[in-house]
Structure formats: structure tokens, C-alpha cells
């Protein structure tokens, strides 16, 4: 009995995962593109051109994502063995690049309108207003690549007000990170529900000059359930 349970867990399962696949809004491929030049020099040559690029059902690309070659972290060598979070890379490290080929909306259902923008590491005040808006507290922060002009590291209220650029308002543009603690070796596109999408990728991290890898889970589709 015990066994036919489980057979019948795992077709469902199975089944389960590729109704979430073929329900996913874009479709997922790799392509070689150069970063955007509108992209400062600083930044740009961080990033790889092994670009990831979302595209609709038309086949028209809608996302395009460039990640930083390597991702700098700081984490001993056993946080290293035990596997490395998103808390081991220092607020506002910049991680990649995006650029949407139409409007797209954020997380908090702003509007972010087309065009490229960097993505940088940020973490969910604990506060009164953001209390129950997501169920993660790490995100990507967009920031118009005009406005972003230096690779380093910055203080968070600086990232905050750049980033409230890209929607245009006063809170900044966001991209909800899902936590990716076993990332897969290609990267993937999973649907999630509420008509969310989560683009999982596997990045090469540098530890104090030790190598590593951390995963992402980056919100394309969907939004918070908050009012």
C-alpha cells in the first residue's frame, strides 16, 4: 500500500511540475549577447555575455539577464561547505544586469517601463510597511543604468533613492528573490502559483579568492498578494 502511495505521490508530482512548466508566460533560452552599452564601463565589464534571455509565445525575446562573472562574497570556509546564501554577498553588491524589451511589472505591481537596468543586492526593511508584502525578505533592486555609474558598493539608502528611478516614484524597483539553496547546473524557468514565474540560476561566487557558487531565484512574473 505504502508503495503504491508513493508511486501515485510521485506521478502526480511529476505531472504537477509540468502543468507549472507549460503554464510558465515565457520561455527560456541562452544566448550570446554583449552587455548593453548603456551600461556604464564600470559595470558592463563585470558582467558575462552568456546572456539568458525570456521570450513570449510570439518568440519575440521580452527579458534579456547578464550576470556578473563572478559574484564577491564574504563567508568562511565551513558557511562555504554548508552552502552560501544570499546573506553572505554584501548589501548593494551589483549582480547582473536586465533589460526589458516592453513595460514590465514589479513585484510591488509598479511599472517599470522598457529599458536596462542593473540589479542590485538588497534586503527588505523589517518594518511596519513591508511586514506580510512578500514571503522573502531578499530582492534585486533595478536602478536605470543611466543613473548607476560605479560597480562598488554603496550605502542602501543611496540604492533606494536610484532605484526609485526606475518606476519613476518613491520606493524603489524590485525583483523578489527566491531562495535557491540547491541550484541545478542550467538554469531554469518555473512557474510558480498566482501567475508567478522564478528564473533559477546557478552564479560562480568569489570568497576572499576561495570558489564557490550560490543560486538565485529571480521573480520574472508576479506580483505581492498585499493590498
Given amino acids: 500500500m505504502l508503495k503504491r502511495m508513493l508511486a501515485v505521490l510521485a506521478v502526480f508530482t511529476v505531472c504537477t511540475s509540468a502543468a507549472f512548466a507549460d503554464d510558465a508566460p515565457y520561455k527560456l533560452k541562452s544566448e550570446k549577447v ?4 548603456e551600461l556604464s564601463e564600470p559595470i558592463r565589464k563585470l558582467l558575462s555575455d552568456d546572456a539568458l534571455q525570456l521570450t513570449e509565445a510570439s518568440g519575440e525575446t521580452a ?112 525583483m523578489l528573490l527566491y531562495p535557491n539553496s540547491k541550484p541545478e547546473a542550467e538554469p531554469k524557468l518555473t512557474a510558480k502559483p498566482n501567475g508567478s514565474a522564478v528564473l533559477y540560476v546557478k552564479r560562480a561566487v568569489d570568497a576572499g579568492g576561495k570558489q564557490a557558487a550560490l543560486g538565485f531565484g529571480f521573480t520574472v512574473a508576479g506580483t505581492t498578494t498585499a493590498e
Fill in 34 to 37: 554583449p552587455p548593453p552599452k
Fill in 63 to 174: 527579458i534579456t539577464f547578464w550576470f556578473r562573472t563572478a559574484i564577491p562574497a564574504q563567508a568562511a570556509e565551513e558557511q562555504i561547505k554548508n552552502g552560501l546564501t544570499y546573506r553572505e554577498v554584501p548589501v548593494t553588491t551589483v549582480i547582473g544586469a536586465v533589460q526589458f524589451a516592453k513595460p514590465w511589472t514589479d513585484y510591488r505591481k509598479q511599472k517599470i517601463p522598457a529599458g536596462v537596468y542593473t540589479l542590485r543586492l538588497a534586503i527588505q526593511p523589517m518594518d511596519g510597511d513591508h511586514m506580510g508584502t512578500a514571503p522573502y525578505g531578499d530582492f534585486c533592486l533595478l536602478s536605470p543604468a543611466a543613473k548607476d555609474q560605479s560597480a562598488d558598493t554603496m550605502e542602501p539608502k543611496a540604492l533606494f533613492e536610484m532605484s526609485a528611478g526606475a518606476p519613476g516614484g518613491t520606493h524603489p524597483g524590485v
